[in-house]
DNA sequence: CGCCATTTTGACACCGGTTACCTAAATTAT
DNA sequence: ATAATTTAGGTAACCGGTGTCAAAATGGCG
């Protein structure tokens, strides 16, 4: 009993008594419009349960009202964080939330997205890290008259089409907290080569060293790529050094955990023989024993943010906001270092 | 130089001097059309890069290209592979994945459901667990004409909507993997009760149990809640035991990682002192150390079939497909008890 | 009461496709 | 050669909304 196809504006406005256009102005909430024939044809939309046909606006509107996420970031945790986001931002409005991942290896990501905004003409887009980093497809979303927000440690100092977070300054409070801790050898996991906040992130990690007065020992930077192996792997090696670091700063979570793993196994006791600090505060983080201390990433404000920039022009608040906090969160993986 | 708004239909018809109607044809690979035609059209679509509004022929068609995934489902890891899955179902055709997710606590999840399929109308929809096992959500469906096919373990005997996976099967093959290799006392956490998957999987756990002679044990049986600290708790009290099983099995990894960690932290050796199989076979459980030994749930594998099943009525071996395979995956959590 | 300004409402074309129906040309049958 | 049938393509209405602009209704004021 699936009932008669759907009342539609014709249906309401013969019955209601009025034009289209009228039905129209109420549904628009249009203020021109005398008190009584809006309840009057606001009665009869309850009476009959009519709503408004999406595609038929679209078409008239030549717009919808489809915010897509484009990606190609292979993170469970991190993906699921910033639909999150998207969709607090997108909430109590028409919007909805579309994915389009793309595969980050094909050597035509740029076709591939310029054919489905093309195709699918979403009102707007979020591109989240690494995607974000391409200032093709930026380019790209510009010319197709696409509006678009380029979520990550873009560093671009234009206000409209980025939210980002101040990675380096979070780095840099997180090693200097290892600093005032007493450690002097710290070793850093960085992050897969050519993005951008991995390099901010090392970058906060120099800043540290240099204004506490230390400087970078080479020999305790280790190549990642934020893969929990690329941790085992790092965090192995550094602990197999004659002498070894105190102390590891890791680029994301993950890797942190990997060396932690890796530490426990040559027989370390951490925090006590090593301290650990790791980036993004994934949930793991706060369930490893012991529990990682880290630097919280905020994706799902960044989110958040980015979609309300998208649909929400009249939200200065959130228009002119672009940079969020990445902060300190003190678990229990730092201690000072063992006296040798 | 966003260039002038897009060609139309109309624009292919003038400039290639045929009619609308057979631009619509070529476009839609109509047979009654003579070759020359066709090709001359397809030249002017190339030419002036014609790409046909989605918005408009959703109008007229009456249907529009969107598939909506919809949960409540808080897991990170299972959100991303459904994801997965759906899109790798929808890849090559002309469909969208759009997400929706629903607040489990919220008491009107049916009426958000419902305000969701009849403002948005998608093409059709996939219930993931456990929203997939709420049977009003399923006739919401039906009485709105909304295609639907239910992801989980529901284990309801009709193919067209439904895709399971044999968690109970699974399950009593795990189970008795751990009794062939000469376990007698097998816990088992539980998973949070009211729904099918954990009920399965209970199931087959006393399956394996009976067809081997033994008999449950109520005092090994632990509830928990798929999270990672119930799984710790759960893993705590059963090594506490006097005595204490030589085996567990977790109706999922986050809660066999808990164990684990439980049982390490009082100082427990594994796999020699417990052995731990989990369910999911989520990346983590090939990561965590030793790796843990799981059930391949075929998470991707389901939802790329549920995706077939909405939008290629004519994959007659997708939609016979109804039950897929759980496997069990050896690795280094299971050895035989060790002698007391 | 009549006139003008203002508010409220409607007629109609249009958004960019598709369907139903029709016509003219080409082919086949008689 | 003519009628019957097939094939190729066109016409017009329609899907369900919105924009424009003008008409109708209302109200204030002399």
């Known amino acids: 009993m699936a009932s008669d196809s759907k009342p539609t504006i014709n249906d309401v406005a013969r019955i209601a008594e009025v034009s289209k256009k009228t039905v129209s102005r109420v549904i628009n909430k249009s203020p021109l419009l005398s008190e009584k024939t809006r309840e009057r044809v606001e009665q009869v939309i309850a009476d009959i349960g009519y709503v408004p046909n999406p595609q038929a606006r679209a078409l008239a509107l030549r717009r919808n009202f489809?915010?897509?996420?484009?990606?190609?970031?292979?993170?469970?945790?991190?993906?699921?964080?910033?639909?999150?986001?998207?969709?607090?931002?997108?909430?109590?409005?028409?919007?909805?939330?579309?994915?389009?991942?793309?595969?980050?290896?094909?050597?035509?990501?740029?076709?591939?997205?310029?054919?489905?905004?093309?195709?699918?003409?979403?009102?707007?887009?979020?591109?989240?890290?690494?995607?974000?980093?391409?200032?093709?497809?930026?380019?790209?979303?510009?010319?197709?008259?696409?509006?678009?927000?380029?979520?990550?440690?873009?560093?671009?100092?234009?206000?409209?089409?980025?939210?980002?977070?101040?990675?380096?300054?979070?780095?840099?409070?997180?090693?200097?907290?290892?600093?005032?801790?007493?450690?002097?050898?710290?070793a850093i996991i960085e992050g897969p080569k050519g993005f951008t906040s991995p390099q901010e992130r090392r970058a906060g990690f120099e800043e540290a060293l240099h204004s506490a007065g230390l400087k970078l020992d080479e020999a305790l930077v280790r190549p990642g790529s934020y893969t929990f192996e690329s941790g085992v792997a790092a965090g192995q090696s550094l602990v197999e050094m004659a002498d070894r670091p105190t102390a590891i700063f890791a680029c994301n979570d993950e890797m942190a955990i990997g060396a932690m793993i890796a530490a426990r196994r040559s027989g370390l006791l951490i925090p006590e023989d090593l301290s650990i600090v790791g980036f993004d505060d994934t949930p793991l983080s706060s369930h490893v024993w012991p529990s990682l201390t880290t630097v919280h990433w905020p994706i799902v404000d960044m989110a958040r943010t980015a979609a309300l920039k998208l649909i929400a022009p009249d939200d200065v608040e959130a228009n002119a906001r672009w940079l969020l906090p990445s902060v300190l969160i003190e678990r229990s993986s730092v201690v000072p270092p063992a006296a040798r």
Chains 1, 2 share one sequence.
């Open 66 to 186: 489809v915010i897509a996420a484009i990606h190609d970031n292979p993170n469970a945790q991190f993906l699921v964080n910033v639909q999150q986001g998207i969709l607090e931002g997108l909430a109590g409005s028409d919007f909805n939330l579309m994915v389009k991942p793309v595969d980050r290896n094909s050597p035509n990501i740029t076709d591939d997205i310029r054919d489905f905004l093309v195709r699918q003409r979403p009102y707007g887009v979020v591109l989240l890290p690494p995607v974000s980093e391409n200032d093709e497809i930026a380019r790209l979303c510009d010319d197709l008259g696409c509006r678009y927000v380029r979520m990550g440690s873009v560093r671009l100092d234009e206000a409209e089409h980025t939210v980002s977070s101040n990675d380096r300054e979070a780095v840099c409070e997180a090693v200097s907290y290892l600093i005032e801790k007493g450690h002097q050898r710290i």
